[in-house]
């Protein structure tokens, strides 16, 4: 006899799918901003690298995702900002 679940997987499969959908639609949109970013730096002179703004940037993920995904929150966001500073360097031909 099967042990009764509250949702099958399928169903939970499903709900992953929309949220990695919405995931993506979130990634291109980080990454369309972190190009205009790049313009406003070749604009001001400012580095790629903003240390003090990463750190900001992690905390908020950390705080936002809450303690129990801390170390997942930080990978995944580290992550995204190296994605971003490639994209903007890519923008800026560095």
């Not at 070749?42 to 790629?48: E, F, I």
């Amino acid at each position: 006899m099967k042990a009764p679940s509250a949702r099958d997987l399928d169903s939970i499969r499903h709900d992953i799918d929309a949220v990695d959908a919405e995931l993506a639609r979130l990634f291109r949109q980080r990454m369309l901003l972190a190009e205009e970013v790049a313009e406003a730096k070749r604009s001001s002179g400012g580095a790629v690298y903003d240390p003090r703004r990463e750190d900001a940037v992690l905390s908020k993920a950390v705080q936002i995702a809450g303690a129990e995904f801390e170390s997942e929150t930080r990978e995944l966001f580290e992550h995204i900002l190296q994605l971003s500073k490639a994209r903007q360097r890519g923008k800026l031909g560095s």
